[in-house]
């Protein structure tokens, strides 16, 4: 079945450092999907790529979809501590009811 | 966009006892419907999901059971509960092949 592969697990910064987190599949994608975790709380969505090769920007948050459409990337520039959390990647394949395989996470601490 | 309801937000039940837990939709019709598992410090496992009412379908063998009496009602069932079972269980919405989800706001679930 389908995997997806998230990494690093954790990942810990200084305030004003950039953070990269990446998204690999096992498959090609219809399309993938981030979300953002905070702690005790439930995933947010945040954004959806859909096409080959694309790039969306959310201010300080940049997300690559992969031209192979099996990995993607999402990097934060200029970390905050409001950036805390656990970001997933979830990529969605070609079958019904648009089920979504989710990576295990990246955790986010940033140090002010 | 949707609202996920999702109660009760944490309990603690004796192995052996039953479990439900329910979940209703608000701001959209005939949503799918999707019932997570999040062990700690870990991604999401899908567990069930519903494409309409009294349509589930189950995606790893189990102890819990799903339930879709209505189009914006969705539950979560255990006969008798185990160890294993206990964790973060999270409901969420999309519609059609969007992917987008949207999740309540979780179950915490200790089993002693």
């Known amino acids: 079945g389908q995997q997806v592969m998230q990494i690093p697990q954790y990942q810990h910064v200084q305030e004003g450092e950039d953070f990269t987190t990446y998204c690999n599949s096992s498959t090609t994608l219809s399309n993938i999907q981030w979300y953002k975790q905070r702690p005790g709380g439930h995933p947010v969505f945040l954004i959806q790529l859909v096409k080959s090769g694309e790039v969306k920007k959310q201010k300080r948050l940049t997300f690559q979809f992969g031209e192979a459409k099996k990995n993607s990337s999402l990097h934060i520039t200029a970390t905050q501590t409001t950036d805390v959390g656990t970001y997933f990647c979830?990529?969605?394949?070609?079958?019904?009811?648009?089920?979504?395989?989710f990576g295990d996470g990246t955790t986010l601490t940033v140090k002010p | 966009s949707q609202t996920i309801h999702q109660w009760p937000a944490t309990l603690v039940q004796p192995v052996g006892s039953p479990l439900s837990l329910e979940c209703t939709v608000e701001?959209?019709?005939?949503?799918?419907l999707y019932w997570y598992r999040q062990a700690a410090g870990r991604g999401l496992q899908l567990l069930f999901y519903?494409?309409?009412?009294?349509?589930i379908s189950s995606e790893v063998p189990q102890n819990l059971s799903a339930s879709r009496p209505q189009d914006r009602q969705f539950i979560l069932s255990s006969k008798k509960l185990l160890l294993s079972d206990s964790g973060f269980y999270l409901c969420a919405g999309g519609q059609g092949w969007t992917g987008e989800l949207f999740f309540g706001e979780g179950s915490r679930l200790t089993v002693l």
């Open positions: 701001g959209t019709s005939n949503p799918n």
């Open positions: 979830a990529g969605g394949g070609n079958t019904n009811a648009g089920k979504s395989t």
């Open positions: 519903s494409v309409g009412i009294g349509q």
